[in-house]
């Protein structure tokens, strides 16, 4: 890991855009509860202040660094994750591209479209809403992460959440530092699933957990067996 990196990632500034919806502001959460400063941004910067109250009124004695900002806000944080519904996800990236030049920028974001009871996967231009993000801003180094993680489940500090979380990229300093940061929320397991290529299939099988989840009234993760605790680092 570069030391640019090594030195700051046990603290990190954190900024989320799109995090007014539940995936975002989950992320956010854990990522407080983890000691991390999170900065909640949004089109809008009230109703951004408006979640970040919320979420301190529910947890007051977990001191969690949670801000509200604009997306430009959030953006301009250390480490950027875009939380946006897929089809705003690579405009919402170039509109702050400058402010996200250089840094780590992950998509948890899947192209999915519901047809009356049936979840299908989209195809976005270039494969996957991580390569149209990456293609979007090709001076920063966009990892994709987190596509399957449930977000009630993530933003309940009660349960820690047992799931693994696959991460792909193309800048592998940017993947080391994404898994770190998935590895410090209890029960998460990161595994680097290669390159941004993988961000296809990662974000298309999140279609097949929508359907278990309607299938069987739940919300499913995902846990792989057979991986050697030896060989994850
Ligand atoms: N929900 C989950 O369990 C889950 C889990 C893993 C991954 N994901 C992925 O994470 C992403 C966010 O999920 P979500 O359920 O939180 O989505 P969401 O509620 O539909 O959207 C999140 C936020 O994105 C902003 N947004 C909406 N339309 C926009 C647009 N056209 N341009 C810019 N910003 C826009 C909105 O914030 P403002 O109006 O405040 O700007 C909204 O609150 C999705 O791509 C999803 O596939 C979701």
């Known amino acids: 890991m570069s030391e640019r990196w090594s030195a700051t990632v046990r603290r990190m500034q954190i900024g989320i855009v799109g995090a007014t919806g539940p ?21 809008s910067e009230e109703r951004a202040a408006e979640v970040v109250n919320g979420i301190l009124a529910k947890w007051p004695d977990r ?19 875009i939380a946006t519904p897929w ?15 250089g840094k780590i ?5 899947n192209a999915l479209i519901r047809v009356g009871h049936e979840f299908q996967p989209l195809v976005p231009p270039r494969g996957s809403v991580a ?16 596509h399957h993680v449930p977000a009630k489940e993530l933003a309940d500090l009660d349960h820690p959440i047992e799931s693994d979380v696959l991460v792909c990229s193309d800048h592998p300093v940017a ?4 898994m770190d940061l998935i590895n410090e929320m209890p029960n998460m397991r990161a595994l680097d699933a290669g390159d941004l290529t993988q961000a296809a299939p990662i974000e298309a099988f999140t279609a097949v957990l929508l359907e278990l989840n309607l299938k069987y009234k ?16």
Request: hydrophobic fraction near 50%; charged fraction near 15%.
């Open 87 to 101: 089809d705003a996800a690579w405009t919402t990236a170039k509109s702050v591209s400058d402010l996200l030049e």
């Open 63 to 81: 001191n969690l660094s949670i801000t509200a900002a604009d997306n430009a806000g959030a953006a301009s944080a250390q480490l950027i994750v």
């Open 131 to 146: 390569a149209s993000v990456q293609a979007a801003v090709p001076r920063s180094l966009v990892v994709g992460a987190l």
């Open 218 to 233: 739940t919300r499913v993760a995902v846990k792989f067996t057979g991986i050697d605790p030896e060989k994850l680092r």
């Open 23 to 43: 995936a975002g502001s989950a992320l956010g959460i854990r990522l407080a509860s983890a000691g991390h400063q999170v900065i909640l941004g949004s089109r």
């Open 105 to 109: 920028v992950i998509c948890m974001a």
């Open 175 to 178: 993947k080391r530092v994404s």
